[in-house]
């Protein structure tokens, strides 16, 4: 199974596609093209929200603004599962998230390619086919993997302190307040911020000030009207301000980024 | 094979396929995630409109603003097919569909599921692991079929009269006269209306108002000029207003739930 | 293999798949279906720079402002690929690059088809069962591929004279300067041209007037600041106008089918 997340839009992701199929049988499944666009911190968030429900399998992450330059190309390892993309952070999160639940350790493994068919499409170039030669190798003989096209050189077991991470702000948490941030804006509008989710535990029916703004804690989207706005435990274990059958993000004025502090009332 | 449909945008669905992946190894076939979003009776009509081409399948539906409420989670057999989502009416216009085709009885199961991972998403924790569990035993097996994680207790035979159930208006149609009501506008600016087809029988070529607006009734968009309105008969068997190349729902001023006034000239 | 490109936006690329999957086994490929709502020309654009990376396939292109007409229905060989879709030009330029990389003639096909079930959703009505039926023959039998449903009447060898055609336009391209079009905007908002990537040859570090403003040639995106325009060659061989994580086409001023001309400063 290789799985394929990108901000390539369409219909780019198809030329990635192409170029696996044509080199392995096996199994495609796309995590998302839509994610926002050469943010790799955005980027390592939904994959690691997404990728460590999968069975083994392969994962191709290409959000990759610095595409052409001379970022290294990397494979992790966590566990049966592998991650290919750039070494520019987005691959750590979610290959943490993936290990933690299985308790193995992370290897990352830089690979050299050769000269690429273009210096912006690297997704279609250099990942996609090493995607498919890991597949193809199989996740267990990641140690010993000879160079193969397009991977020109394989170095197993490059230590993970020299690889680039990808850390998400910590929140500060007091028993009556919280500041943190907004990691992301979903496609319902919920902005979810940092704030661990037991921030909310027994707060249930009280009201939550939010940058000023009050708002009810809820366990439900509909335990408040329509149009309502309401904080709870979304579905990533995360504090997160929603609005019922409405955009969260809007009603709060809150964005990718911002600050924001929780205030019991 | 299974098919999903949701309003969830992106990239939630790729939770559910991990879930489902996990556990069983099917093919899996988008219907949609970009259905309009916590609206029950767009997606019934889409998934009227799409899910009776498949072969037999098991088909996810999970448009549900009444996620982490006491509303019931079901499973409707239709024939060789079974549908699974929530109770909230968004599963039986489909599932009428394909058994009509057929010409068997819907069956409807509810089922009890132990208290999942969260409360605002179901669609992963809830009702992924529901039509895996489904799939796995297989349609035939409904009827006895045991509890099986995550369905903790299974009712078999629920009769359907109580169960939620989602109709779509009646329009009304004279010899001269329509009245109806947009059911959705497609992706093309397309509005679709529930006046049947029948209703422009042997009026192409003549002209019709749309609540005063006057169009050409024809066949095929391209009978009019680019950007000129038209009234067809859509591939859903329903009377659409349309813009050749453009959007009829901007033509015409008509969005879903607007009545809708079709009169011969 | 079976891919799928339209214009059809969502759901009804579902119908297609359903009425695929009741006549074969085949896995299915989305391209794209979001291509530029009735462009044949974009649309041919993208199809040429995605389906030549697949494997042998049978590619279903549905975009075609002429449904309902009489416009042909059509298969195109190409080697062991096989393009169904309208007679519109759409499938030409990718069956040409598909045949040019293996040295093949195309060979193309009218059908003849059985009246369908609506005149406006011939995807689903006609060219869907027609590229099952093409792919249950095999391209290898479509020489000699009899009549089946709902392909009424099958003309093998139809001269590719007869078929219509999708030209690009021919660039003006001299030493010192270029003037093209911009054939398509993707989603990153690249304006990609028509002027071919080695109009930039040795040109690296210069800086170029594109219509007048200057922009420097660089060979990856993060050669320049963010938010600063460049000339590059894109991953389609073409010269494309960009932003370093940015849009070319707003920084620019260009939208498809704009001319646009290149001057080295």
């Known amino acids: 199974m290789l799985t394929l997340a990108s901000d390539f839009g369409s219909p780019y992701p198809a030329a990635m596609k192409g170029v696996i199929l044509r080199r392995?049988?096996?199994?495609?499944?796309?995590?998302?093209?839509?994610?926002?666009?050469?943010?790799?911190?955005?980027?390592?968030?939904w994959c690691r929200e997404t990728l460590p429900y999968f069975p083994p399998a392969v994962h191709l992450v290409v959000v990759d603004p610095g595409v052409g330059t001379d970022r290294d190309a990397l494979v992790v390892r966590a566990g049966d599962h592998a991650l290919v993309g750039p070494d520019n952070g987005v691959l750590l999160p979610p290959a943490r998230r993936i290990a933690g639940g299985s308790g193995v350790e992370l290897e990352c493994f830089r690979y050299e390619y050769a000269d690429p068919g273009s210096s912006t499409f690297h997704g279609r170039d250099v990942f996609a086919p090493a995607?498919?030669?890991?597949?193809?190798?199989?996740?267990?003989?990641?140690?010993?993997?000879?160079?193969?096209?397009?991977?020109?050189?394989?170095?197993?077991?490059?230590?993970?302190?020299?690889?680039?991470?990808?850390?998400?702000?910590?929140?500060?948490?007091?028993?009556?307040?919280?500041?943190?941030e907004v990691l992301v804006v979903d496609d319902f509008g919920n902005a979810i911020t940092n704030v661990p989710g037991s921030f909310l535990d027994g707060r249930e029916g009280e009201t939550l000030s939010v940058d000023g703004t009050p708002a009810a804690v809820v366990a439900a989207f509909a335990d408040v009207d329509v149009g309502e706005r309401l904080v709870t435990v979304g579905s990533h274990g995360f504090v997160e301000c929603d609005v019922n059958r409405g955009r969260g993000s809007d009603a709060f004025g809150l964005a990718p980024g911002d600050d924001v502090r929780l205030v019991a009332e």
Chains 1, 2, 3 share one sequence.
Do not use: Y
């Open 131 to 180: 995607a498919a030669a890991v597949h193809e190798a199989g996740v267990d003989a990641l140690g010993s993997l000879d160079a193969t096209a397009p991977i020109e050189s394989f170095a197993p077991g490059s230590p993970a302190e020299t690889v680039v991470d990808c850390r998400f702000p910590e929140p500060e948490v007091s028993a009556e307040s919280a500041r943190g």
């Open 24 to 45: 392995i049988d096996a199994r495609l499944v796309d995590i998302a093209h839509d994610l926002p666009r050469q943010d790799v911190r955005a980027a390592a968030f």
